[in-house]
């Protein structure tokens, strides 16, 4: 596994994070390394499978960078003999994990797809996943995003939506933003790693509180929204149709 020092040198100008090449190389450091719980919302991609997923359906992975939450579900997809559609619109992922894919061979049938989210057409799903996707969309385009998924599902199925969240207040928003990159120090960070790499981010990825995603979630026609795991600003929900 290569290691993260995208930001490791002091930069004048820092650039716009991309899932380019560069970020794709170390991506699986990266995520270990940033995203508290991060190996625990693998672990419920298939426990979510196991509940949801209908035999004969399809899963879509939205926004799958490595594949990750694909693998995850592949086992289970394969006994039930359902399909899996993985997209991403970075073509740096897509390719890795095309090659990366031709090497482990996943057990279920997986089709990998070069494209934005909001150009992707759901039908025949039981379960969908967006694993710290929404956060990088549009905040204006995201209602009709997740409306697309909704009605893409069939009845009964269910969305998986993890994403970094803001404190639902000021005081609460400083703790975790202290926390968390503290959590980030511990795994061997440097305070100018993190702040470039904030710098990096701003205006790609725009995070919201938990309230504005279940909000949003009940808006656009499911049902009941639950949150199944947190690990410090960073979550997991399940939507239900």
């Known amino acids: 596994m290569n290691r993260d020092q995208i930001y490791a040198c002091e930069n004048d100008l820092v650039e716009q994070f991309c899932f380019d090449e560069s970020v794709v190389a170390v991506f699986q450091d990266m995520i270990r390394r940033s995203v508290p719980g991060y ?10 499978g196991d509940a949801y997923l209908q035999k004969a359906t399809r899963a879509y992975d939205l926004g799958s960078s490595l594949g990750a939450s694909s693998l995850a579900l592949s086992t289970v997809a ?11 619109n970075s073509a740096a992922m897509i ?10 061979r996943p057990a279920c049938r997986m089709e990998l797809r070069h494209e934005d989210v909001r150009a992707t057409v759901i039908t025949g799903a039981s379960l969908a996943m967006m694993n710290f996707t929404l956060q990088f969309v549009a905040p204006d385009d995201r ?3 997740l409306k697309k998924v909704c009605r893409g599902l069939l009845p009964g199925g269910v969305l998986m939506l993890s ?3 803001v404190g639902e207040t000021p005081e609460s928003e400083a703790c975790l933003y202290e926390l968390h990159h503290g959590f980030k120090r511990a795994n061997g960070y440097s305070q100018m790693e ?29 049902s009941r929204v639950e949150v199944i795991f947190r690990a410090l600003n960073f979550v997991t929900m399940v939507a239900f149709k």
Request: charged share 30%; hydrophobic share 45%; proline share 0%.
């Open 78 to 88: 394969a006994e039930r003999l359902c399909d899996i559609i993985a997209e991403d």
């Open 95 to 104: 390719s890795q994990c095309k090659e990366n894919f031709a090497k482990i």
């Open 194 to 222: 993190v702040s470039q790499k904030r710098s990096a981010l701003e205006g790609v990825m725009i995070t919201e509180k938990i309230s504005e995603h279940t909000r949003r979630l009940l808006r656009v026609g499911f």
């Open 163 to 165: 994403e970094k969240i």
């Open 143 to 145: 209602e009709s995003v």
């Open 39 to 48: 190996g625990m919302v693998l672990s419920l991609v298939a426990v979510l």
